[in-house]
């Protein structure tokens, strides 16, 4: 069988960090998800979208302008934990 992952205990990381690789000019990884690179010109609420991995670590795509400012990834077929939700909240608040 032919596989595109390394190891399948690693499978959502690994997708994620290959996300943020290929797209790193608009979002950067975090502990427990993704975050967008650059604060927003005009301050705001920030919005955190997020859910299990499934196939692939979709929510992540969801970051953007207009949307979310952060995706919390969790593993396949599973919700985030509320450890992840936690660690990725602080990334997107960018008070000076």
Not at 25 to 37: K, T, W
Not at 87 to 96: F, K, R, V
């Amino acid at each position: 069988m032919t596989r595109i992952f390394n190891d399948p205990a690693e499978f959502a990381e690994e997708a994620l960090a290959g996300f943020c690789d290929v797209h790193s000019d608009l979002v950067r990884q975090v502990p427990g998800g993704a975050v967008r690179r650059f604060r927003p010109a005009k301050p705001k609420v920030a919005v955190l979208a997020g859910g299990g991995s499934g196939h692939y670590p979709a929510f992540a795509g969801l970051i953007g302008s207009g949307l979310a400012d952060g995706a919390v990834v969790g593993n396949i077929f599973t919700s985030p934990s509320a450890q992840q939700a936690t660690a990725t909240t602080p990334e997107t608040s960018w008070i000076s």
